[in-house]
């Protein structure tokens, strides 16, 4: 099974700046996907993240607030852009390898005050 | 666009109390099924998952899942919970056509009382 570590694991940012999340994986992976769980809700899909192209982003997420980097196939970055209060959640990555389950980093806890 | 449905919010039971958690999802190809726990202030973690093959899966813990297709469920089941089993729990469908990312419940926090 991998082994996903997020960095920072919480952090509480003033509204208007960005954070970025780092994921890292302990194997080589194809696709990195990184998931959004706001307060009391389920985990909604952000974006996949491919190595060597642009980040496939779903309906309601955009690259210009949250731009993803995947320089290798075992890192990724997530930026959380320009934050409002809105954006206080928790954000994951995970691997899918196929045919097993995904792994999934601790996630970081985001308070924008 | 496919969903899952998770009708229990919130549960409580009381521990020895027997467990079933609804699941409900709206794609109508081959999917994978998951179901997956998160304690408080851990990781999601995989309790079970149902790729094909006999439809009543056994996880770790004591949980087990039915998969029936007729009724697009996967219901999550356990004869006796502990309180240790205190924790949100998540069902996930990932159809079997190569997209590897998971549509999710919107979970069911279960609240075991000693």
């Known amino acids: 099974s991998a082994v996903i570590s997020q960095k920072p694991s919480r952090d509480i940012c003033q509204r208007g700046t960005s954070l970025t999340i780092q994921c890292q994986v302990d194997?080589?992976?194809?696709?990195m996907f990184w998931y959004r769980q706001q307060p009391g809700q389920s985990l909604t899909l952000i974006a996949t993240?491919?190595?060597?192209?642009?980040?496939?982003?779903e309906s309601g997420f955009v690259i210009d607030k949250f731009p993803i980097s995947r320089p290798n196939l075992t890192f990724s970055t997530l930026t959380v852009s320009n934050m409002s209060p809105e954006d206080s959640s928790i954000y994951l990555c995970?691997?899918?390898?196929?045919?097993?389950?995904?792994?999934f980093g601790q996630g970081t806890r985001l308070t924008v005050v | 666009a496919q969903s899952v449905s998770q009708h229990n919010h919130h549960v409580i039971l009381s521990e020895a109390a027997s467990l079933e958690l609804g699941c409900n999802y709206s794609?109508?190809?081959?999917?994978?099924l998951f179901w997956y726990v998160q304690y408080p202030g851990q990781h999601l973690q995989l309790l079970l998952k149902?790729?094909?093959?006999?439809?009543l899966v056994k996880g770790i813990k004591g949980f087990e899942a039915e998969f029936i297709k007729s009724k697009f469920s996967f219901n999550l089941r356990k004869p006796s919970v502990q309180w240790s089993d205190t924790a949100e729990y998540f069902c996930?469908?990932?159809?079997?056509?190569?997209?590897?990312?998971?549509?999710f419940g919107s979970g069911t926090r279960l609240q075991v009382q000693p």
């Open positions: 995970s691997d899918k390898p196929p045919l097993t389950e995904a792994f």
């Open positions: 194997s080589q992976v194809t696709m």
């Open positions: 993240a491919n190595q060597g192209s642009e980040a496939t982003y």
């Open positions: 794609y109508g190809g081959t999917v994978n």
């Open positions: 149902y790729f094909s093959g006999d439809p």
């Open positions: 996930a469908v990932n159809p079997d056509t190569g997209r590897r990312a998971l549509t």
